[in-house]
């Protein structure tokens, strides 16, 4: 029985991302040593999207999915604000037919997806 999912963020930057998202976003986690950070994840969902061969990213000696990543919130202008206030920047704010969307910039320069749905989400089911 499938019981989680693991997402691997990749950064030039790993421990002033990891600290990011411990002390800026308040993502909980556990050390497993050495600094290495693994953090408990809000609800999560997944789409699939068409992609190309130029899509799939090497891992390892496999040709996996690519992903990019979303943090989804209730309010994203007031979501915005609370990050601003800690020193976020963010892209401007784009609206699509699925969400309002930005995305954040981590420490590392690094770019994560922030938005607020639009449409029915699966885990709100």
């Not at 690094?110 to 639009?118: D, F, T």
Request: net charge negative; charged share 20%; proline share 6%.
């Amino acid at each position: 029985m499938i019981h989680g999912v693991h997402v691997l963020l990749y950064s030039t930057n790993p421990e002033a991302d990891r600290a990011f998202l411990r002390d800026v976003i308040g993502l909980r986690g556990v050390d497993i040593g050495h600094g290495w950070m693994i953090f408990a994840l809000p609800p999560a969902e997944a789409a699939v999207h068409p992609a190309d061969d130029k899509d799939l990213l090497r891992h390892g000696d496999r040709a996996q999915l690519g992903a990019v990543v979303y943090l989804m919130c209730t309010d994203l202008k007031a979501e915005m604000k609370a990050l601003q206030a800690k020193g976020v920047e963010f892209s401007p704010v784009d609206q699509a037919g699925w969400g309002i969307k930005t995305t954040l910039r981590l420490p590392s320069g690094g770019e994560l997806g922030l938005y607020q749905p639009l449409h029915p989400t699966a885990f709100a089911k």
